[in-house]
């Protein structure tokens, strides 16, 4: 089985020079109705909007939308944010000469230099400690993480150094930092390269916990991520850095941001309310359109944040549904949809429930590296529309 | 200076002094005037300032160098202002560490407890060669540098007691007390040591002239972390002296027990390092200002050995008498303490009295016994405060109780 799926970013993938957002020239647009059809595959689903995109005439839309992968809405944020506040600077393995791992950080050692821009050996610990003293001593630094695996290394300088120190000096002393990379699985990278650390670091007090899925999210997440003064775990995605999303007039703004603790609804339902984060989202609205055909309409909640988690915007959704399913990337025991069911259970919308609240979850082992049992691992579209008529029990 | 039961026959030298000896150096004149006699006594003996030696040179033990051509001064000025000063200072963090033990035992302190007393020479010492708009980092053992960076006693002890006077309201304790340019008091053993290269870069960043002062002990002496700072540190240049304060044991294990190699002074490879005599005020001064120009010339960071002794055991639930003997530490007191060390240099310098020294003593013992007042009497934190202080500059959010109907507020 080969894999089609655009998402997958091969080695090579990344290497290939991306336009940063403003490359491909638009003209005003010519044929609305096929632009919004188009429009639509993107908003629903990245996987088939290569093909989409190929199908139909690449039409330029209005200067209004612009398409942006998510590796370029990040690097359009931390270089806005670079030149907006001399402060912020960035540090990690690669981040400056090689344009980093995932190319995340392209161009900006180019623009702004070995101060800034700090590559960094490879000691987590050490590293993560001097970007957390740098934030202490009044920098605001946005310590990246080639993947979040390896934040295990530093996880002390995370928690007990940045995350607690505020509550433990009783308002002396703030951290203003960002902890940034990908999290979650990728493709072919086995188990010590593919865990989801969402649920470890959403259990912090003093933590501020960001998932973002599409390049709207990434770019005004990050934004916010970076001027709050307190410490934030931005948990990106590395098979999503890749794909090309709309991006709305209002985010092209340099002063666009998403408010951190926030859900979004991405598409309104009636029937049931699906909740997700990073990634699976896409595999949501996916399930969702086919669901749509059998008249089953979903409700699909993008969280953006996970910690603060917007309960509220959930509890709307299913006093409306009556019917809630979870669905993320991670483990299932203690993870981020154990804690959405408990939640739900003290809240007002759990007398609206007309049936117990479904997680949909990775599977609970470590990731394997076989292409079929690593695809058997994580949740695919049919897992969620299997659950999600059981929840209905249809 | 008050006499009592003496002879009539008195002579009040301070006034024929300043009569008649308008060439008085400068230095032997202080701002402090001796106490007025109560009414009805008769003074003993006065001795003007003028008596005393304003300055003297002492020649202090050479430091073990490790690649560095040359070390700090073997011989260092003191004034008699500046050696009252370092004696008032490292009196105050003694008696202040004295009388937690006493609140400990008393259970008016609770949890961990880890005191300072006989090293107060490198608290003092470090402080006395660095500027207030420098920084410093310590790990647990940290009251006396919290004392040295500028917060009171009174807020020290109600922080120890947990009262809303203390320094961070309560809510930190021993180990998480902070103060401008002070970032604590850290309790994970060795992580202090980063996080002080980090501050060294913000002041590399910010090009301000500032340092940092970067302090472990014998045991945080191995762990990765101190290593991985190391790299970065002498990579990129950053102003940091890394100070290792060598007391001689890691909670119960001796040095010799730990480490490979106990030469800590040499432990950061390609960064120079100093061993120094941290019992002795002058030497850690000495040291701390040569390690402070090294660092601010731009040379990158530099190694300190302060080799030193704590009294009490680890913390206070260690006697401190089970991996040694009542005799070492004993003659460390008697030989090496660093408050008599000083005091002694005075005396015999003639830099000032016994008496003024017993009066410091009175007016120390006067304000720890104050501020130990103030903390078992000031109340403990509002319950209101227990949800505050997650987020800085957030607005207020709600905060989970220990069941669902609890739900509390926190503000920035």
């Known amino acids: 089985m080969t894999h089609s799926d655009p998402y997958i970013n091969r080695s090579a993938d990344w290497s290939k020079p991306t336009d940063l957002g403003g490359g491909s020239a638009f003209s005003p647009a010519e044929d609305r109705l096929k632009m919004a059809a188009s429009l639509k595959c993107f908003l629903r689903s990245g996987k088939n909007a290569v093909s989409a995109l190929r199908r139909r005439e690449f039409h330029r839309s209005a200067p209004a939308a612009v398409q942006m992968t998510v590796r370029d809405a990040l690097n359009q944020a931390m270089d806005e944010e670079l030149e907006r506040d001399e402060r912020v600077f960035l540090m990690g393995e690669e981040v400056a000469q090689y344009d980093g791992a995932y190319k995340v950080s392209r161009g900006l050692w180019k623009k702004y230099g070995d101060k800034r821009i700090i590559d960094t050996p490879i000691t987590e610990m050490g590293f993560a400690g001097i970007a957390v003293g740098a934030a202490m001593a009044g920098l605001r630094p946005i310590c990246e993480f080639m993947t979040f695996n390896f934040s295990m290394q530093a996880i002390d300088q995370v928690i007990n150094s940045a995350a607690k120190t505020y509550y433990m000096s009783a308002g002396l002393q703030p951290v203003p930092i960002v902890f940034r990379g990908p999290n979650g699985a990728s493709a072919g990278v086995a188990a010590q390269h593919s865990q989801c650390f969402a649920a470890w670091y959403a259990h912090c007090p003093g933590l501020k916990v960001v998932s973002p899925w599409n390049s709207e999210d990434a770019k005004g997440l990050l934004k916010s991520a970076i001027r709050d003064d307190n410490p934030v775990v931005f948990l990106e995605n590395e098979l999503m850095y890749g794909v090309p999303f709309e991006m709305s007039e209002e985010s092209q703004s340099k002063d666009f941001t998403v408010p951190i603790g926030k859900a979004k609804v991405e598409r309104q339902g009636n029937h049931v309310t699906v909740v997700s984060h990073s990634r699976y989202v896409s595999h949501c609205l996916d399930a969702a359109a086919v669901l749509a055909k059998e008249g089953i309409e979903c409700e699909v909640v993008n969280l953006r944040t996970i910690r603060p988690m917007d309960v509220e915007s959930i509890e709307t959704s299913v006093m409306k549904t009556n019917h809630l399913v979870t669905v993320e990337g991670g483990w299932p025991q203690f993870g981020v949809g154990a804690e959405i069911c408990a939640r739900i259970m003290e809240g007002p919308a759990f007398n609206y429930l007309d049936s117990p609240v479904t997680r949909v979850t990775g599977v609970d082992i470590p990731m394997p590296y076989a292409k079929i049992l690593e695809d058997h691992s994580l949740p695919q579209i049919k897992d969620i529309i299997f659950s999600i008529k059981k929840t209905l029990n249809v | ?412």
């Open chain 2, 1 to 412: 200076m008050v006499g009592s039961c003496v002879p009539q026959l008195l002579i009040d030298l301070s006034e024929y002094v300043n009569l008649t000896s308008a060439a008085a150096p400068a230095l032997a004149r202080t701002q402090r005037q001796p106490p007025k006699p109560p009414p009805g006594a008769r003074v003993v003996v006065s001795r003007s300032f003028a008596d005393f030696t304003p300055q003297a040179t002492f020649d202090i033990k050479k430091c073990d160098l490790h690649r560095l051509e040359e070390g700090p001064s073997q011989k260092a000025e003191l004034t008699r202002e500046q050696g009252l000063q370092y004696y008032r200072t490292m009196q105050t963090v003694r008696r202040m560490e004295l009388k937690a033990d006493q609140l400990y035992k008393q259970k008016i302190i609770r949890g961990f407890c880890h005191l300072y007393d006989g090293q107060e020479a490198c608290a003092a010492g470090i402080e006395a060669a660095i500027n207030p708009s420098d920084h410093l980092i310590t790990a647990y053992r940290a009251h006396g540098y919290t004392y040295t960076r500028g917060v009171p006693v009174k807020e020290i002890l109600a922080e120890l007691t947990g009262r809303k006077g203390g320094v961070a309201k309560g809510k930190g304790g021993s180990m998480h007390m902070y103060a401008p340019h002070f970032y604590g008091g850290n309790g994970i053993v060795g992580a202090q040591v980063p996080l002080g290269a980090g501050i060294a870069l913000a002041c590399q960043y910010q090009g301000n002239n500032q340092i940092c002062v970067t302090l472990y002990g014998d045991g945080a002496a191995n762990q990765g972390q101190l290593f991985e700072s190391f790299n970065m540190a002498a990579l990129w240049k950053l102003p940091c002296i890394f100070i290792c304060e060598n007391n001689k044991y890691g909670m119960g294990t001796s040095v010799e027990r730990a480490s490979a190699s106990t030469d800590y002074y040499k432990r950061g490879d390609f960064i120079p390092g100093m061993r120094v005599d941290g019992m002795d005020v002058l030497c850690v001064r000495e040291a701390t200002k040569f390690a402070a120009d090294h660092c601010r010339s731009g040379k990158g960071p530099i190694i300190m050995e302060l080799q030193t002794y704590r009294y009490h055991g680890h913390s206070m639930s260690d006697p401190g008498v089970s991996y040694r003997t009542r005799e070492e530490i004993q003659e460390v007191r008697s030989k090496s303490d660093p408050i008599s060390v000083l005091k002694e240099r005075m005396l015999s310098n003639n830099m000032a009295s016994a008496e003024e020294f017993k009066e410091i003593d009175i007016e120390i013992r006067k304000e720890v016994e104050d501020a130990a007042q103030f903390a078992t009497s000031d109340p403990e934190p509002p319950l209101e405060e227990l949800c505050n202080h997650i987020f800085y500059n957030s607005p207020p959010l709600e905060v989970r109780g220990t069941h669902p109907w609890s739900k509390l507020k926190s503000t920035s």
